[in-house]
Each structure stands twice: as structure tokens, then as C-alpha cells.
């Protein structure tokens, strides 16, 4: 019976076979009843799958049962087709092939480059905000990830935060080294004030600030911190993808645009030109930010005094930060090899909180306040241009004190920041371009009233009269100095209908075709504005009416007025 298990031996363990597997079955009803086995599952789950049916196990459908009732289009985008996409999907590769076959990138070891991520919020749906938050931590090293801040700005969903940390807690049990920080402020501050909130919170080496509605693509991180171990000073921005709003279909965003501005310190997207040799994908400088998502050291964004705090709810921060970073010793840069999708809202989703006794919205109020700020801050003898294009800024109180002016004052000497026609010269030259092709600007003023274009009962058709200088869009005009043209900001010239009898003046799109623009065309001779074609002076003879009248040098009719020239008239 050698190699045979006694029959007595054989029932004793048989019953601590049975006692072994119930100890088992006890055990695993207590895990479960704890939430300990779901927490490591849904925790992998969520990292290295992500489909439908691990989206259940983990609570997302519950969470984002609960988001706050307000119609989908107060969101600006599809919030029914948010809520059904999942708490994460698969997304195309969008950047160059050459950035995963031929691109190494020197990365600085994970202890010296902690990255924090601070994502402000304000009535966003849950759908969108988690997977916001789900598709970063997804797709981001684990050893550089150090701390997710949230920021809630006084959202009406009060209990979206708390219910929001829960789930957190949950999901990633697994995750030691990851720390998430909720904060809410008691009342709206908005995004520029809740950002530095989150940067003062941080404590990694860098900071990544993320809106609440993108999708991080895969490998993001690595691209840019490649570019940021190079140079302390650097901003970097990944190369934004668009996310459908309606749709919420990802696509490539354009590698030759670069961000700037205007005039007006309005964002607007500007031709990239490539060198002989440079790709596409490789980064490139920028004048300014685009859709608030950026990436700087913790350290130089804090020597830089932040995002301006006198700045109200949202809107010119990028702008201001942009300038402010070239004129006092930084850079920036957009990565295409880095990649983040992001909705582009039509309008905002937002109402601004009223601020100033002012005549215009409060969206439209809030705009001037900060550009004000900007123009005064950093604009230097420019910004008259800014003013001469919203005069109505010049009504916006700023409630500066004596503190704020020496803080900047003192800010400029101790990182010797630049003037801004320095900006204009090494960072920007298409906003210098278009200051040089420009004679005069602004509105064009005869005796106390304005020349102003309005639409007549054909929408598609405007009108030049004489009216009130301070309606809110009263229109502004620019004199092009090459052709001639009187313009206004929607390239719309004043010109002279072609065998007309008499001469009657007209709005149409102003040309470039030589024989049109030859009736568009206007001589500045002292105050008056004579046109090329026919001789004749623009004329007030009666009331708002505006005519071409034979020249007369001391008319008063025919005085007009810009709110800037640029050069002396003869």
C-alpha cells in the first residue's frame, strides 16, 4: 500500500479541504461586502480596458445619474450622446508616425518631475468631466502622475464633488503614489482665480492645467516634458484635436497654426510658415496660448505671479500669461507630438456675474475689464490701439491700488522683462505687420457725431450715416496705408457705386482686384478724406446724410476726425 494515502488520513483531510474552501467563501463575502475586491478590480479595469461592461462595475452609470437637470444646451455640447459614450473610448492617433518611430525624448527621472493637474470647473455634466479626469490618469505614466486638483467653482450640482471623491476612492485604491485634492469654493470665483487656487495647492515640480471637458490621447505626457527638462523657462502646450460638440467625434487638430492675437487682445489662430528644413511635427514657438491648456514649472509660473488675480471669472488670462512669459525671459511652445482633444464650445455655457455698472453684457464687460488690465499692464504706448478699437473700456473701473501697480512695477524690474514693441519685434511680427500697414484707425469722428455703418432693411446691405460716438458698436475704421482702403473690422470698404450720377457712396467687401479697389480707394489731405476716383471730399451738408462734395479747405462738414493716426497728414 506504499504511495497510498491511509483511509482515516484520507477523511481528515478531506474535512480541511472543506473547512479550507468555506474559510474561503466567508473571506471573499466580507472583501465584497467592504469593497476591497471591488476596488482592485475596477481599478484595473478602468486602466488597461475601459469597455462598457467594466464601466458598469465601477458606478458610472449611478454617478452620472445624478447630473444636475438643466437642458443639453446649456452645456454647449451633446450632453444624451456624453452620457452613453462610456467613461472611456478609444481615440484615433492623430499625431505623426515619426513621433513613435524615430523620437526618443530625455526625460528627467520621475522624482524630479511630479506633475500636478489642475482642472477648474463650473456646471459641467459628469459625463464629461469624468472623462476628462478618467482618460488622464488612463494615458499617464504612473511614476509622473503625483496629484489630480479639482476645483469645483460653485457648481449648482452641490453634491457632485463629495460623490466625485467617493468614486475616486474607489477606482483608484491601486493607485498609492496618485493623491486627488477636492476643493470647492463657497461662491463663483471663476477659472482664473480657481487655477491659482489649485497652483498655491500643488506640490509638484510641474503643472498641467486642463479644462474640464478634453480627452488626453495617448503618450501626451512625454513630449512635453521632454521639452520642458530643456529649458526651466519654458510653457509648453500639446497640439489641441477637436471634439465634435454635436457630435463628439475626434479629429486631428492643424500643426501649421500658431496661436495670437489681435488688437482688439482677441485670440485668433496665425499661418505657421515652416523654415526649409523644419517638419510639421516638431515644436514650434508660439506667440500665444490656445484653449487654456498648458504645461510650466510649478516654480517659474509662481516667480511669474500666476495668472493676474485682479483678472475677473474668465477670459484673457492666456493672453496676458502669453505676453507676460515672452517679455520677462520665457518661451512658448506648441508640441505636436503631443495630443489632447477638446471641446471648442460654440458660446460660452456660462453666464458671467454682473460686475460694473455698464451698458453692455456682462460677458461683454467682463472681456473689457481684463483686456483693460492686459492693455495697461503690458501694452506699453500700443495700447492705444486697443483703445482707439473699444473705446468703451475706457469707462471700465479697475479698482487698482497703489499695491497692484508696485507688485508689477517691481515684477518687471526683477525679471527685467522687455518693453512690448520687443514682443512685437522677436515674438509676434504679423501684430507689427499689421500696425505698420495701417495710416489711421479707430472711429472717424465729424464735429460730435461718428461715421458709422449700419444695416438697412436688407440685412446683407449697410449703410454709412452719421450717429451717437458712444453707441456700444459704433463702428471703427482702419485706413490702409498700401491701398488706401477705409475698412471696417469686418472688411467691409467705403467706396463709390461705378457710374453712378451723382456719385453715391457704397459698403461693399472690400477688393483686391486692381480696378475695384480703385473706387475704394481714399487720399487723407489735413482732415479731409478724398476719394482717388472722383476728386471729391466726403461731405456732412445735412444732418446724419454723408455725400462726395467738391473739396473745401475750411469746411467744417468735411472734417474728419480718426481716433488715431498713425502719420502725419499733409
Known amino acids: 500500500m506504499s504511495g497510498c494515502i491511509p483511509h482515516h488520513r484520507l477523511q481528515v483531510c478531506m474535512i480541511c479541504a ?104 463650473y456646471n ?13 490618469v488612463s ?56 487655477r491659482n487656487r489649485g497652483a498655491e495647492a500643488a506640490s509638484g515640480h510641474y503643472l498641467l492645467f486642463l479644462d474640464s471637458h478634453c480627452e488626453v ?28 460638440p454635436a457630435t463628439l467625434s475626434y479629429r486631428s487638430g492643424n500643426d501649421m497654426v500658431k496661436g495670437g492675437f489681435d488688437w482688439n487682445l482677441h485670440f485668433h489662430w496665425l499661418r505657421r510658415e515652416l523654415s526649409a528644413k523644419e517638419a510639421p511635427e516638431q515644436p514650434f514657438k508660439s506667440p500665444a496660448f490656445s484653449g487654456g491648456v498648458l504645461m510650466i514649472s510649478r516654480d517659474w509660473f509662481l516667480k511669474l ?30 508640441v505636436p507630438c503631443s495630443r489632447i482633444g477638446h471641446i471648442f464650445r460654440p458660446r460660452h455655457a456660462f453666464d458671467f456675474p454682473p460686475q460694473f455698472n455698464h451698458e453692455s453684457s456682462t460677458a461683454h464687460a467682463t472681456y473689457l475689464h481684463n483686456s483693460k488690465i492686459i492693455a495697461d499692464s503690458w501694452l506699453d504706448e500700443y495700447k492705444n490701439m486697443f483703445y482707439v478699437l473699444k473705446p468703451a473700456a475706457r469707462q471700465i473701473p479697475l479698482f487698482h491700488t497703489n499695491q497692484d501697480e508696485d507688485l508689477l512695477r517691481q515684477l518687471k524690474l526683477e525679471l527685467r522683462c522687455h518693453r512690448f514693441d520687443w514682443y512685437l519685434r522677436h515674438v509676434s511680427p504679423e501684430l507689427k505687420a499689421h500696425f505698420n500697414e495701417l495710416s489711421a484707425m ?11 455703418a449700419r444695416r438697412t432693411d436688407n440685412v446683407s446691405q449697410l449703410e454709412v450715416i452719421l450717429d451717437s460716438c458712444y453707441l456700444n458698436d459704433i463702428t471703427q475704421w482702419r485706413l490702409l496705408r498700401k491701398s488706401g482702403q477705409l475698412s471696417t473690422a469686418t472688411e467691409r470698404c467705403l467706396g463709390v457705386e461705378r457710374g453712378s450720377m451723382p456719385p453715391r457712396l457704397t459698403m461693399t467687401p472690400c477688393s483686391r482686384h486692381q480696378n ?3 473706387a475704394q480707394r481714399w487720399l487723407r489731405r489735413g482732415t479731409h478724406l478724398v476719394h482717388t476716383g472722383t476728386y471729391l471730399c466726403l461731405d456732412n451738408p445735412l444732418k446724419n446724410q454723408l455725400v462726395l462734395s467738391p473739396c473745401r479747405s475750411l469746411a ?15
Open 217 to 244: 490621447n495617448e503618450d501626451w505626457l512625454e513630449p512635453l516634458l521632454g521639452r520642458l527638462s530643456l529649458n526651466a523657462t519654458l510653457a509648453v502646450s500639446p497640439l489641441l484635436d477637436h471634439i465634435d
Open 139 to 194: 494615458r499617464t505614466p504612473e511614476d509622473y502622475l503625483h496629484e489630480l486638483i479639482l476645483i469645483d467653482d460653485a457648481s449648482q450640482d452641490v453634491s457632485l464633488l463629495e460623490e466625485l471623491q467617493k468614486l475616486m476612492e474607489k477606482m483608484y485604491a491601486t493607485r498609492g503614489r496618485l493623491t486627488f485634492i477636492f476643493l470647492r469654493n463657497l461662491q463663483r470665483q471663476g477659472m482664473i482665480w480657481s
Open 124 to 136: 459641467e455634466a459628469r459625463s464629461m468631466l469624468l472623462r476628462t479626469i478618467i482618460s488622464l
Open 556 to 570: 467744417a462738414s468735411q472734417s474728419f476726425q480718426f481716433a488715431l493716426e498713425m502719420e502725419k497728414q499733409t
Open 18 to 121: 472543506l473547512f479550507f474552501v468555506i474559510c474561503q467563501f466567508v473571506f471573499l463575502i466580507v472583501f465584497l461586502r467592504n469593497g476591497v475586491l471591488e476596488d482592485t478590480i475596477t481599478g484595473r479595469l478602468l486602466l488597461h480596458r475601459g469597455t462598457g461592461k467594466e464601466n458598469r462595475l465601477f458606478g458610472w452609470r449611478e454617478f452620472i445619474s445624478h447630473t444636475h437637470e438643466q437642458p443639453g444646451a446649456n452645456y454647449q455640447y451633446n450632453l444624451q450622446l456624453s452620457d452613453t459614450v462610456g467613461a472611456i473610448r478609444s481615440l484615433p492617433r492623430t499625431r505623426h508616425e515619426s513621433c513613435d518611430s524615430k523620437r526618443t525624448y530625455n526625460l528627467p527621472h520621475s522624482s524630479r518631475a511630479k506633475v500636478s493637474v489642475v482642472i477648474s470647473f
Open 442 to 452: 479707430g472711429t472717424l469722428k465729424n464735429g460730435y457725431r461718428c461715421l458709422h
Open 516 to 518: 475695384k479697389m480703385k
Open 305 to 334: 505671479r500666476c495668472f493676474n488675480p485682479n483678472l475677473k471669472i474668465w477670459g484673457g488670462e492666456s493672453i496676458e500669461l502669453a505676453i507676460k512669459l515672452w517679455l520677462c525671459g520665457g518661451q512658448i511652445e506648441i
